[in-house]
Structure formats: structure tokens, C-alpha cells
């Protein structure tokens, strides 16, 4: 019945909903999970890689996270070609406000501006919507550290932490228990994000071909990206690893005593 | 009408804007970057700083500059922010742009920045500030060939924009 409403993107259906918005929503889940978490001290986000196969030439450095500007990075889950067009019109954007401004771009201004792109795709145009979501992290004078989440409607959030892509609600539900505000350091908030990944991921075992991770800090006022490198993600996943085999072991303990 | 004129414009809490040109442009393009700025404050609820609002201000001018119908405008941008403190910045009709501690437009301005330069040190008072412009009004009124009777004079700091007394002939009366 829903059918006959969702053939066009740009019309409401009579329980005044957008199903094209949804089914872009839909295709979003099916992908590739990415975690964003924001610490004391810095941000991080990671991301679950899909494309491992071995014949895959190594050209990009990261497949799901790009750099917008000096301060600002991000991370995609859906249909990686409109990502590609989403992330460079998000360059664009803070690369204009930098032409005009002679400073980086507000985190917030860069999300809501890219989101009024995405929204236009809802109401207008006749095209499809985007099929990504993006999590974005930055700094910035006004608010410090951010953490935002945008989807194909064109709604933006700003968030703690958070998780887009396959098992994004069960990812969530765990931050929301593990996560400490205010009280959650970069170094805790990758071994949490670590163990969030490896309940999300469908292979068994986690290996650091498979997940990405940048962090973004300041130092000496300027703000510092930095994508992790497989040894220092191999390192994450044993400490994960180790931590899980004590609780286990624990577990086996307790009941005798 | 003229000699009451004031070309001091107050651009936003923090910035004051002192333009040198044709009447209309001077309104045109003032307020064109005044609206501006404070779209910005409230679309996103803080403000920018000086720097950026004047790099805002050059890059429309010279943008204009090039599309063939120029705003033909001398230009001193006085700011003040918590980080950085009081600046000054000039413009002129090229859209060149720099900070300066001291700067002047105008054949007034050629008479005067000699005087600036020697009576300018760094941490000078409001007070002091004003007699070493009172100086450069004498010099005007002594020496220049068209008639300047009245200087408006405006500060800007931490407190926002404030109007001091205009210098006029009557500044100098018994000294």
C-alpha cells in the first residue's frame, strides 16, 4: 500500500511520513559501522572496514574517514559513492568559509550547512536522497571538542557518542552503560570503542585490518589528527582481548567462592 | 552639512569602521557589512572577532573590486577582542588591508601620519592617545589648504564603542 507514495522522493504519504528519507535510512543500517566518542581530552572515531580483500590495492590511507579541513574530520556509513560527493562538498563548504573569513569553520556551521544540502533532497529536485550518514568530529573555539551526527533527512545532532551503520542501536545502547561523562579519557574512550566494535562486527574476531580509528586532539593550540596505525590498533584489540579472558576467568571464580 | 558629517560607524559591539569616500558608497557598503556581521551573531549565536570580520570586509571589497563596479573607499577598521586587545586595521580602495598601530587617510591623513610616528609608543592611554590626535588636528588646521573645523573622535575597547568630544576650532582656544 505504501508503494504507491515512495515511487516520488518529495511527497509526504498519508501517515505523513518520507519514505524515501526511510528506505535511505534503511540502506544505511546494512553498512559498515562507524563510532564516534567524545573524551576529556580529544575525540575519537572509528570505523568497522568492509573492503578486505587482499587483491585490493592499498590507494587510499582510510576508507571511511576523511579529513574536511585543519580541525575538522569525519566518518561515513552508506552508499560510499555519495559519500565521496557528500565529503567533498563538505571540503568545499569549509574551504569557501575559510576564503571568506580568513579562519577554519565552526564545527556546527559545517554540519548544519551540509545538512541544508541534504535536506534539499527531500523536498525538492526530484532526485533521491543521500543514502550516508556521517559522524563528524572537530574543534573549535567557541564549543571546544564536538561529536555530530547527521543523517539523509537532513537532521543533525550533537552528540557524547554515538554510532551509525549495522547494529548501530545495539552499539548505542552499550555506550549509553559504558560511557562516563566528563570522566571518559581518549585512552578509555578507544579501549570502549574497541570492545563496542568488536559486538557490532559480524566476523567473529576482531583483527586491525578490519577497523579503522583516528583521534583528533590539541596541542600547543592547534589541533592534531592523527590515524592510527594497524600496530597500534593490533595493540588495542590484545589489551580488548586480555581484559575480556580475565573477566571470563573471574567469572569462572566466582561461584566456587 | 558637511562639516557635521559623522563617518565613524559602529559595525558591531566591537567594531568601528571610519570610511573615507562618496556618500552613497559609504552607506552602501558600511551597511552591507554591518548587516552581515550581525546575521552572522544571530544565526549562530557568537560573534566574530575582529580579525575575521575584517578579513570578511576585504574580501568583499575586493571581490566588488573586480566584478567592475567598485566602492572607491579608504577604510580604518578599529576592533576590540578579549584574546587579542584593541587593533587597527587600514584598507584602501584596492583592497589592500594591514594592521597598523597607528593610520590615517585622506590629505589630512598625509600631514598627520608624520606626527603619529613621532609621538606613537606602545601601551599609550586613551588620554594620551587623543592629545597626540589633537596634535595632528592643530597641524590640519594650521597647515592644509581646505578647511577640516571638526574631528569626530570615537574609541573602542572592552566596554564597546564610545564617542569622545569633537575637536574642533574651539579645542584649541587659550592653548
Known amino acids: 500500500m505504501a508503494r504507491r507514495y515512495d515511487t516520488r522522493t518529495t511527497i509526504f504519504s498519508p501517515e505523513g511520513r518520507l519514505y524515501q528519507v526511510e528506505y535511505a535510512m534503511e540502506a544505511i543500517s546494512h553498512a559498515g559501522t562507524s563510532l564516534g566518542i567524545l573524551a576529556t581530552d580529544g575525540i575519537l572515531l572509528a570505523a568497522e572496514r568492509r573492503n578486505t580483500n587482499k587483491l585490493l590495492d592499498e590507494v587510499f590511507f582510510s576508507e571511511k574517514i576523511y579529513k574536511l579541513n585543519d580541525d575538522m574530520v569525519c566518518s561515513v556509513a552508506g552508499i560510499t559513492s555519495d559519500a565521496n560527493v557528500l565529503t567533498n562538498e563538505l571540503r568545499l563548504i569549509a574551504q569557501r568559509y575559510l576564503l571568506q573569513y580568513g579562519e577554519s569553520i565552526p564545527c556546527e556551521q559545517l554540519v548544519s550547512w551540509l545538512c541544508d544540502v541534504k535536506q534539499a533532497y527531500t523536498q525538492y529536485g526530484g532526485k533521491r536522497p543521500f543514502g550516508v550518514s556521517i559522524l563528524y568530529m572537530g574543534w573549535d573555539k567557541h564549543y571546544g571538542y564536538q561529536l555530530y551526527q547527521s543523517d539523509p533527512s537532513g537532521n543533525y545532532g550533537g552528540w557524547k557518542a554515538t554510532c551509525i551503520g549495522n547494529n548501530s542501536a545495539a552499539a548505542v545502547s552499550s555506550l549509553k552503560q559504558e560511557y562516563k561523562e566528563n570522566e571518559t579519557t581518549l585512552a578509555e574512550a578507544q579501549a570502549l570503542a574497541i570492545k563496542v566494535l568488536s559486538k557490532t562486527l559480524d566476523m567473529t574476531k576482531l583483527t586491525p585490518e578490519k577497523v579503522e580509528m583516528a583521534t583528533l586532539t590539541r596541542k600547543n593550540d592547534k589541533t592534531v589528527i592523527r590515524i592510527l596505525t594497524s600496530t597500534e590498533v593490533e595493540k588495542l584489540i590484545a589489551n580488548f582481548e586480555k581484559s575480556e579472558a580475565e573477566a571470563e576467568a573471574a567469572k569462572k571464580q566466582a561461584p566456587k567462592s | ?175
Open chain 2, 1 to 175: 552639512m558637511k562639516v557635521y558629517e559623522d563617518k565613524l560607524m559602529k559595525i558591531s559591539d566591537n567594531l568601528l569602521m571610519g570610511v573615507n569616500g562618496d556618500t552613497g558608497d559609504i552607506a552602501q557598503f558600511s551597511q552591507f557589512i554591518s548587516k552581515n556581521l550581525k546575521l552572522y551573531s544571530v544565526r549562530n549565536g557568537y560573534q566574530l572577532d575582529t580579525k575575521a570580520a575584517v578579513h570578511f570586509t576585504r574580501t568583499n571589497m575586493a571581490d566588488i573590486l573586480r566584478k567592475g563596479n567598485p566602492y572607491v573607499l579608504n577604510l580604518l577598521l578599529a576592533g576590540y577582542d578579549e584574546k587579542e586587545g584593541g587593533q587597527l586595521y587600514t584598507m584602501d580602495f584596492l583592497a589592500s588591508c594591514v594592521r597598523l598601530p597607528f593610520a590615517a587617510h585622506g590629505f589630512g591623513g598625509l600631514m598627520s601620519v608624520s606626527i603619529l610616528n613621532h609621538y606613537y609608543k606602545p601601551n599609550l592611554t586613551e588620554v594620551e592617545a587623543y592629545e597626540i590626535i589633537k596634535l595632528c588636528v592643530k597641524e590640519i588646521h594650521r597647515r592644509l589648504f581646505m578647511n577640516l573645523p571638526n574631528f569626530g573622535v570615537k574609541t573602542v575597547s572592552k566596554d564597546g564603542v564610545k564617542t569622545l568630544p569633537t575637536i574642533s576650532q574651539a579645542s584649541f582656544v587659550g592653548k
